[in-house]
């Protein structure tokens, strides 16, 4: 019974570092970029969770039968996040 347990904590303990790497890199990425003066100086790592949030949302409320092509739900996105982060 123990073994369950056990190996369920490991593999979300290892989810949990997967996703702080995950907001780590974006956190620097946001970093790199602003040093570069290419978007604008703010508080980094919560601008990083807010752009993940969104692109993780989609999974969601996306349906690959609705209405909306993933390509156009791509492009919204990634408009969404470029605005984020830009302005």
């Given at each position: 019974?123990h073994?369950?347990?056990?190996?369920?904590?490991?593999?979300?303990?290892a989810?949990?570092?997967l996703?702080?790497?995950?907001?780590?890199?974006?956190?620097?990425l946001?970093?790199?970029?602003m040093a570069?003066g290419?978007?604008p100086?703010?508080?980094?790592?919560?601008l990083?969770?807010?752009?993940?949030?969104?692109?993780?949302?989609?999974?969601?409320?996306?349906?690959?039968?609705?209405a909306?092509?993933?390509?156009?739900?791509?492009?919204?996105i990634?408009?969404?996040?470029?605005?984020?982060v830009?302005?």
């Open positions: 019974a073994s369950g347990i056990d190996a369920r904590l490991v593999e979300r303990v989810a949990r570092q996703v702080q790497m995950v907001e780590r890199d974006w956190t620097n946001l970093m790199r970029g570069r290419a978007f100086v703010r508080d980094a790592h919560t990083g969770l807010a752009v993940l949030g969104m692109i993780v949302s989609v999974w969601r409320w996306y349906r690959p039968t609705g909306i092509p993933l390509s156009e739900i791509s492009e919204l990634e408009g969404c996040v470029v605005r984020m830009a302005e």
